[in-house]
């Protein structure tokens, strides 16, 4: 997982080594999308504990609705942990003629680029700890691809085909059949579940998420990879390094908000009404802290190596899986793993298939024109 490409198009390669290339590629490519299956499944296991353990459901609406910046410091306090893993990848050796000539501007770009990405996870992780709070789970994260599209089309300029287009539909089909249930959803006889505020918490997060990763990926392409300081290739340390400085930036914001908004107060009073006790309440954020970087890690790696849209198919498409994990593991009232739910499973894998079969084809393509031009250049 060192190397995530190869060399420039430019360059030719024998036919074993462009190979070799091509499977490290897709084994990266699987290896993120079951880290993003792996964070979804904890993360949803956990948060269902964590609200069921804490009563929200059955308190005053007031609490219900508390303690969001402590879930969104959560989200991306637990970084620390990547730091030794950056340390232990190696880093390809920069064109130090290059670097020095755009040590400032390069530099410049980098801070501004993680500063703006971080100011918007920070935003995305409140809202979306409120929005799920106020109009649940499965509509925030169909909403996001929709928007996410839209932005991948515009910002990185991605050109869809009829089986990316397919896969959207299945993966929208899929999320709103095959949702996991969420014990801190409102309840429906809440008066103001869908009024206005609640409908603006709902696009707020999801904006802001769907235009995050957009930004990511630009910020791999035209920046990171740009100012060569890993040479001329796309490498995992380039992840751990935009996710380290981003998720630095928004817990300095979200550990800001929790102690300006005195919410801080609240939080002996959260672990002594946990059911389980103490322990389990601190283990129980410990284990959120963790599983979230499991997910990013995974999402800021189909960023890189594909797209932020794709990183949002696979992303919806665990939604089912996840479902039935949460039914297996819970005792939710009408929540089994029925019809609907088999149907959206087979909906999220027949999502996954088009859109690899997509990434198949380019695959197949961009090999086909460098084996191409190794040919001309051997007969030149």
């Known amino acids: 997982m060192e190397e995530f490409q190869g060399p420039e198009p430019g360059f030719c390669e024998n036919p074993r080594s462009l190979e070799l290339n091509q499977r490290r590629w897709w084994i990266s490519v699987f290896f993120c999308g079951f880290l993003i299956f792996v964070g979804d499944s904890l993360v949803m296991l956990l948060l269902n504990f964590y609200y069921v353990q804490d009563n929200r459901s059955d308190s005053d609406q007031d609490r219900q609705y508390k303690g969001t910046w402590t879930q969104a410091l959560i989200q991306n306090a637990a970084f620390p942990i990547l730091i030794p893993l950056f340390f232990i990848f190696p880093s390809p050796k920069p064109n130090l003629e290059t670097v020095s000539n ?23 992780s409140k809202l979306y700890a409120l929005a799920k709070l106020y109009v649940g789970w499965g509509i925030l994260v169909s909403t996001q691809l929709i928007l996410t599209s839209l932005f991948s089309a515009f910002i990185n300029r991605l050109k869809f085909n009829r089986w990316i287009i397919i896969s959207i539909i299945l993966t929208l089909a899929a ?18 579940a869908y009024d206005i505020k609640a409908w603006l918490i709902l696009i707020f997060p999801t904006l802001a998420f769907s235009l995050s990763l957009c930004l990511m990926q630009l910020g791999f ?8 300081r890993y040479g001329n290739k796309k490498v995992f340390r380039m992840v751990l390094e935009m996710q380290i400085c981003v998720s630095f930036i928004a817990t300095l914001i979200c550990t800001v908000g929790l102690f300006a908004s005195g919410e801080f107060k609240e939080l002996k009073g959260d672990s002594e009404r946990f059911k389980r006790g103490k322990t389990y309440y601190i283990l129980s954020l410990v284990g959120l802290a963790l599983s979230w ?8 790696g189909l960023v890189l190596l594909v797209s932020g849209l ?27 793993f029925g019809w609907q739910r088999r149907g959206a499973l087979l909906g999220a894998v027949l999502a996954l298939a088009s859109y690899f079969y997509s990434l198949y084809k380019t695959k197949r393509k961009e090999t086909a024109e460098l084996k191409k031009r190794e040919n001309n250049n051997s007969e030149a």
Not at 107 to 115: H, I, N, T
Not at 323 to 329: G, M, R, W
Request: hydrophobic share 50%.
């Open 102 to 124: 755009q040590t400032n501007n390069g530099w410049f770009r980098v801070l501004s680029l993680y500063v703006s990405l971080g100011v918007l996870v920070s935003v995305y």
């Open 175 to 192: 999320d709103f059949f095959g949702g996991p249930a969420f014990a801190g959803t409102p309840d429906e006889d809440e008066s103001d």
């Open 221 to 228: 392409d035209k920046v990171l990879v740009k100012t060569k």
């Open 293 to 300: 970087q499991v997910w990013t890690v995974g999402l800021l």
């Open 310 to 336: 794709f990183a949002d198919v696979v992303h919806m498409c665990a939604s089912p899986v996840v479902a039935l994990l949460v039914v297996l593991a819970f005792n939710f009232k009408d929540d089994d």
